[in-house]
């Protein structure tokens, strides 16, 4: 009877911990084993925050091999993003359009592992190229904060070797694609606003 006992009373608070558990943390796991300190790049990283993606002086872009992603966060709570994403035209799948998206700002982690990204307003870039439309395209004005549910960091093997692997969660949830480490100290232009140090004002 006893040891009947114990055993239920170990299940209910199982059952009890785990809802807990589950409400604490928005998503991902809070045991990262490293910080974010650093750049992270999707596949074999051919999109890479910095200067070798976007040019802030000129506000131009230099559009790399592949499409890509990559993030890169600083511990004194300074981030960048540089995004190249292909997107398939349904009516004409051989016309495949590419936008490019670089921005930077502040970022926080909330007490529930959520991440909060807020750009510095003035300084995001956005360039789409579509390859059948003969019009010259120019970079576009972009802001565009972030909300991502969770992260979280594991050390895995990446082309045989061990390297650290950040999986973000987006804002409703789903998956953002894998991220390896691949600079630390992270590779970023400036963590500042750009526009008023280049131009001097915010136009
Ligand atoms: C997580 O925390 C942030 C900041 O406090 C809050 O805005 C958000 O609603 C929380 N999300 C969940 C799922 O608890
Ligand atoms: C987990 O990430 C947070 C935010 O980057 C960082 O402050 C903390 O030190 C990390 N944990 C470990 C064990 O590195
Ligand atoms: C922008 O400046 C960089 C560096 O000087 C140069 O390599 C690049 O060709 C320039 N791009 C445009 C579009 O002017």
């Known amino acids: 009877m006893l040891p009947l006992l114990a055993t239920l009373a170990l299940a209910l608070a199982m059952i009890s911990r785990a809802p807990m558990q589950a409400s604490a943390l928005a998503a991902g796991e809070a045991n990262n084993i490293t910080s974010l300190m650093g750049t992270w790049s999707t596949g074999t990283a051919k999109v890479s925050t910095g200067i070798d993606f976007y040019n802030p002086v000129n506000t131009s872009f230099t559009i790399p091999a592949t499409a890509g992603q990559s993030y890169s966060f600083t511990d004194d709570g300074y981030w960048e993003e540089a995004l190249y994403i292909y997107t398939a035209n349904p009516a004409k799948p051989s016309c495949v359009s590419a936008s490019l998206f670089w921005q930077h700002g502040t970022w926080q982690l909330n007490g529930n592992n959520s991440l909060t990204l807020t750009p510095f307003n003035g300084d995001g ?42 999986q973000l969660y987006a804002f409703d949830g789903a998956l953002k694609p894998v991220m390896w480490q691949t600079y630390n100290p992270p590779q970023m232009l400036p963590t500042e606003l750009l526009v008023e140090t280049i131009y001097g004002t915010t136009s």
């Open 125 to 166: 870039r956005q360039l789409t190229e579509d390859r059948c439309s003969s019009t010259s395209t120019t970079s576009a004005y972009y802001y565009q904060p972030e909300y991502m549910l969770g992260f979280d960091i594991t050390l895995d093997t990446h082309f045989g070797r061990p390297e650290y692997r950040l």
